[in-house]
């Protein structure tokens, strides 16, 4: 039985990839932190199927420990201070988990054994301002937040280590992908979870910080598949994975008020205080490398995404109390 051990198993990502690891026939490990509560709820489902260590990516220690426990055959980093407006916020911190906790998660593999297949979540944040588009594997660096630059960090470390120590260390540059685990801060869920409330009658304004973004969005649940496939490959590499389609925060607006029948201009309201300091105005990505060499396609398309997760939504909160809502919203 092959053996997996992923970081950031309590995420969006994480979750979904122990599902399909699972289906693949893999013991799943799973790394999850220390907290004063638990934050199981997106792998709550799975609790009988994987096992759970603890550790950090700030804590070295902790990392080497939990390789020579589990002695995984693959290792997918997913671990990361992943919302780009905290990345302001705590720029340092930010630094230190999402780009220094990669170089921490490498020293421990080459400590403890370095025929271990290593993936490295990284991000089309990296490309920030666009030097051409759409977007592929040569496709010059410009991050344009704290988290971009971390992860072009991370991102290097990984093709350093590679060629340094002859690793099998990928690095998958996803662009935006959601589902309805996404968490609640993140544009895609803000705008599903707001319609759901606004058509429930539990709120009436969503406020947003801008329209006018374009990002490629596509299926968490099919982007992890694509993690998985990297490293099967005979040899490692660095792979874009995208839909290549763009859409407007706009788009995603009206497609997700229009499956609840309301109309959107009646209950967006623009919030300066959501601008971020540098923005990426416009991402579209080209995946045919993976397309080719991985066999790898999405297969939900943008407008099953929103509906998707608003649909989720809707459900969840017809089964909810009055002071849960208070707390997502
Ligand atoms: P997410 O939902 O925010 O999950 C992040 C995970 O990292 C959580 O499990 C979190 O644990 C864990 N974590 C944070 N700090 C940690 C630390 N110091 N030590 C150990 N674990 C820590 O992110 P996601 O959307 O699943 O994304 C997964 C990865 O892909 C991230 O690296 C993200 O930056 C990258 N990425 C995401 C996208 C996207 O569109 N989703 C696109 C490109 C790249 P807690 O539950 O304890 O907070
Ligand atoms: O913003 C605009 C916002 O926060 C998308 C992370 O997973 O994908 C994600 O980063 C766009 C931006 O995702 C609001 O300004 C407008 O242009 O959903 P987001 P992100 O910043 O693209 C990348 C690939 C990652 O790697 C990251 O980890 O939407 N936007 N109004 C808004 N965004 C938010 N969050 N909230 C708003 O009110």
Same mark, same amino acid.
Request: glycine share 8%; proline share 3%; net charge positive.
């Given at each position: 039985?092959?053996?997996?051990?992923?970081?950031?198993?309590?995420?969006?990502?994480?979750?979904?990839?122990?599902?399909?690891?699972?289906?693949?026939?893999?013991?799943?490990?799973?790394?999850?932190?220390?907290?004063?509560?638990?934050?199981?709820?997106?792998?709550?489902?799975?609790?009988?199927? $994987?096992?759970?260590?603890?550790?950090?990516? %700030?804590?070295?220690?902790?990392? $080497?420990?939990?390789?020579?426990?589990?002695?995984?055959?693959?290792?997918?980093?997913?671990?990361?201070?992943?919302?780009?407006?905290?990345?302001?916020?705590? =720029?340092?911190?930010?630094?230190? +988990?999402?780009?220094?906790? /990669?170089?921490? %998660?490498?020293?421990?593999?080459?400590?403890?054994?370095?025929?271990?297949?290593?993936?490295?979540?990284?991000?089309?944040?990296?490309?920030?301002?666009?030097?051409?588009?759409?977007?592929?594997?040569?496709?010059?660096?410009?991050?344009?937040?704290?988290?971009? &630059?971390?992860?072009?960090?991370?991102?290097?470390?990984?093709?350093?280590?590679?060629?340094?120590?002859?690793?099998?260390?990928? =690095?998958?540059?996803?662009?935006?992908?959601?589902?309805?685990?996404?968490?609640?801060?993140?544009?895609?869920?803000?705008?599903?979870?707001? &319609?759901?409330? $606004?058509? %429930?009658?539990?709120?009436?304004?969503?406020?947003?910080?801008?329209?006018?973004?374009?990002?490629?969005?596509?299926?968490?649940?099919?982007?992890?598949?694509?993690?998985?496939?990297? *490293?099967?490959?005979?040899?490692?590499?660095?792979? &874009?994975?995208?839909?290549?389609?763009?859409?407007?925060?706009?788009?995603?607006?009206?497609?997700?008020?229009?499956?609840?029948? *309301?109309?959107?201009?009646?209950?967006?309201?623009?919030?300066?205080?959501?601008?971020?300091?540098?923005?990426?105005?416009?991402?579209?990505?080209?995946?045919?490398?993976?397309?080719?060499?991985?066999?790898?396609?999405?297969?939900?398309?943008?407008?099953?995404? &929103?509906?998707? %997760? /608003?649909?989720?939504?809707?459900?969840?909160?017809?089964? +909810?109390?009055?002071?849960?809502?208070?707390?997502?919203?």
């Amino acid at each position: 039985m092959r053996k997996a051990f992923i970081t950031g198993i309590t995420g969006q990502d994480g979750s979904y990839l122990a599902e399909f690891l699972l289906s693949k026939g893999y013991k799943v490990y799973g790394m999850i932190r220390r907290s004063s509560v638990p934050k199981l709820d997106r792998i709550l489902h799975l609790e009988k199927d $994987i096992e759970l260590i603890s550790g950090d990516l %700030m804590d070295e220690s902790s990392l $080497i420990k939990a390789i020579e426990l589990t002695k995984p055959d693959e290792v997918y980093n997913l671990a990361a201070q992943s919302f780009v407006p905290a990345s302001w916020e705590q =720029s340092i911190l930010t630094g230190k +988990i999402t780009g220094l906790g /990669v170089t921490r %998660m490498l020293e421990a593999i080459l400590m403890v054994n370095r025929n271990i297949r290593f993936y490295q979540a990284s991000s089309s944040e990296m490309f920030g301002n666009v030097h051409e588009t759409p977007q592929k594997e040569t496709t010059v660096f410009y991050p344009r937040s704290p988290y971009g &630059v971390a992860k072009v960090y991370g991102h290097w470390i990984t093709v350093n280590f590679r060629e340094s120590y002859n690793l099998f260390a990928c =690095s998958g540059i996803l662009f935006n992908h959601e589902s309805p685990r996404r968490g609640l801060e993140f544009v895609t869920r803000k705008v599903s979870m707001g &319609v759901a409330m $606004i058509k %429930m009658g539990m709120a009436d304004k969503l406020k947003l910080g801008n329209l006018d973004a374009k990002r490629d969005w596509g299926f968490a649940g099919d982007y992890v598949e694509a993690m998985w496939m990297m *490293l099967q490959q005979k040899k490692p590499d660095d792979f &874009v994975i995208a839909t290549g389609e763009t859409r407007s925060v706009k788009e995603l607006v009206e497609i997700a008020f229009k499956r609840v029948d *309301l109309k959107w201009e009646k209950h967006i309201v623009l919030d300066k205080s959501l601008l971020r300091p540098a923005e990426v105005h416009e991402l579209r990505g080209d995946s045919s490398k993976a397309i080719k060499q991985l066999g790898w396609k999405p297969k939900v398309t943008f407008e099953g995404l &929103v509906n998707m %997760m /608003v649909d989720s939504d809707m459900d969840k909160l017809k089964g +909810i109390d009055k002071d849960k809502i208070r707390e997502l919203s």
